[in-house]
Protein backbone atom coordinates (compact mmCIF):
# COMPACT_ATOMS: atom_id res chain seq x y z
CA UNK A 1 0.00 0.00 0.00
CA UNK A 2 1.24 3.59 -1.16
CA UNK A 3 -0.11 6.80 0.67
CA UNK A 4 0.61 10.26 -1.64
CA UNK A 5 0.27 13.08 -0.22
CA UNK A 6 0.15 16.51 -1.96
CA UNK A 7 1.24 19.88 -0.89
CA UNK A 8 2.77 23.11 -3.12
CA UNK A 9 -0.10 24.76 -4.53
CA UNK A 10 -1.51 27.96 -4.63
CA UNK A 11 -1.96 30.90 -6.00
CA UNK A 12 0.28 32.36 -8.77
CA UNK A 13 0.62 35.51 -11.34
CA UNK A 14 0.57 34.25 -14.87
CA UNK A 15 4.28 33.39 -15.57
CA UNK A 16 5.53 33.04 -12.00
CA UNK A 17 6.17 29.72 -10.96
CA UNK A 18 5.12 27.29 -8.04
CA UNK A 19 6.91 23.66 -7.30
CA UNK A 20 4.77 21.33 -6.47
CA UNK A 21 5.72 18.05 -4.00
CA UNK A 22 4.34 14.58 -3.42
CA UNK A 23 5.36 12.59 0.15
CA UNK A 24 5.04 8.91 -0.24
CA UNK A 25 4.45 6.14 2.24
CA UNK A 26 4.47 2.91 2.19
CA UNK A 27 6.29 -0.22 0.45
CA UNK A 28 9.07 0.34 -2.13
CA UNK A 29 7.60 3.79 -3.94
CA UNK A 30 10.90 3.72 -5.05
CA UNK A 31 9.95 0.82 -7.58
CA UNK A 32 6.78 2.42 -9.17
CA UNK A 33 6.60 4.61 -11.89
CA UNK A 34 5.25 7.97 -11.08
CA UNK A 35 3.27 10.79 -12.32
CA UNK A 36 0.94 14.08 -12.21
CA UNK A 37 -2.38 14.90 -13.64
CA UNK A 38 -4.47 17.72 -13.23
CA UNK A 39 -7.99 18.21 -13.36
CA UNK A 40 -9.25 21.68 -14.27
CA UNK A 41 -13.45 22.58 -13.52
CA UNK A 42 -15.68 21.13 -15.83
CA UNK A 43 -13.24 18.81 -17.69
CA UNK A 44 -11.63 14.86 -17.32
CA UNK A 45 -8.32 14.31 -15.63
CA UNK A 46 -5.79 14.79 -18.04
CA UNK A 47 -2.07 13.78 -17.99
CA UNK A 48 0.56 16.01 -17.32
CA UNK A 49 3.71 14.23 -16.88
CA UNK A 50 5.19 11.20 -15.85
CA UNK A 51 9.01 9.65 -14.81
CA UNK A 52 10.20 5.64 -15.00
CA UNK A 53 10.50 4.02 -11.94
CA UNK A 54 14.68 4.40 -12.15
CA UNK A 55 14.03 7.72 -13.49
CA UNK A 56 15.87 7.08 -16.90
CA UNK A 57 12.84 8.84 -18.69
CA UNK A 58 10.29 11.64 -18.14
CA UNK A 59 7.37 12.22 -20.70
CA UNK A 60 5.06 15.43 -20.81
CA UNK A 61 1.73 16.73 -22.55
CA UNK A 62 2.31 19.06 -24.99
CA UNK A 63 0.50 21.57 -23.31
CA UNK A 64 3.20 21.45 -20.38
CA UNK A 65 6.58 20.55 -22.39
CA UNK A 66 9.53 22.97 -21.84
CA UNK A 67 7.84 24.37 -18.82
CA UNK A 68 7.19 21.83 -16.45
CA UNK A 69 9.81 19.59 -15.25
CA UNK A 70 8.92 16.37 -13.43
CA UNK A 71 11.73 14.75 -10.76
CA UNK A 72 11.65 12.36 -7.65
CA UNK A 73 14.10 11.69 -4.99
CA UNK A 74 13.78 8.03 -3.87
CA UNK A 75 15.94 9.33 -0.73
CA UNK A 76 13.40 10.82 0.28
CA UNK A 77 10.45 9.25 -1.21
CA UNK A 78 9.60 12.72 -3.00
CA UNK A 79 8.01 13.24 -6.10
CA UNK A 80 7.92 17.13 -7.31
CA UNK A 81 6.16 18.65 -10.49
CA UNK A 82 7.96 22.59 -11.01
CA UNK A 83 5.90 24.77 -12.86
CA UNK A 84 7.23 27.70 -14.38
CA UNK A 85 5.80 30.14 -16.71
CA UNK A 86 2.47 29.47 -15.59
CA UNK A 87 -0.74 30.14 -17.45
CA UNK A 88 -4.10 30.60 -16.25
CA UNK A 89 -5.04 27.65 -18.24
CA UNK A 90 -2.80 25.91 -15.87
CA UNK A 91 -5.33 26.33 -13.48
CA UNK A 92 -6.42 23.02 -11.73
CA UNK A 93 -6.22 20.32 -9.36
CA UNK A 94 -3.13 18.74 -9.40
CA UNK A 95 -2.82 14.86 -8.56
CA UNK A 96 0.43 12.77 -7.99
CA UNK A 97 0.09 9.41 -8.67
CA UNK A 98 2.11 5.75 -8.32
CA UNK A 99 2.03 3.17 -10.85
CA UNK A 100 3.55 1.65 -14.32
CA UNK A 101 4.76 3.89 -16.69
CA UNK A 102 5.09 2.30 -20.40
CA UNK A 103 7.39 2.98 -23.06
CA UNK A 104 5.72 6.24 -24.51
CA UNK A 105 4.88 7.26 -21.16
CA UNK A 106 1.32 6.89 -20.15
CA UNK A 107 0.94 5.52 -16.64
CA UNK A 108 -1.38 2.62 -15.46
CA UNK A 109 -2.27 4.14 -11.86
CA UNK A 110 -2.12 2.41 -9.05
CA UNK A 111 -2.38 4.70 -6.17
CA UNK A 112 -4.00 8.63 -6.30
CA UNK A 113 -3.09 11.29 -4.17
CA UNK A 114 -5.90 13.90 -2.76
CA UNK A 115 -4.89 16.37 -5.00
CA UNK A 116 -3.52 20.15 -4.64
CA UNK A 117 -5.09 23.55 -6.05
CA UNK A 118 -3.18 25.45 -8.58
CA UNK A 119 -5.02 28.83 -9.56
CA UNK A 120 -3.04 30.63 -11.63
CA UNK A 121 -4.57 34.52 -12.24
CA UNK A 122 -3.58 36.57 -15.68
Known amino acids: QVTLVESGGGLAQAGGSLKLACAAS????????KGWFRQAPGKKREFVAS????????YYADAVKSRFTISNDDAENTLYLEMNSLKPEDTAVYYC???????????????WGQGTRVAVSS
Open 97 to 111: AAGIVDGVGLMDVDY
Open 26 to 33: GYLFSSYG
Open 51 to 58: ITWNADKT
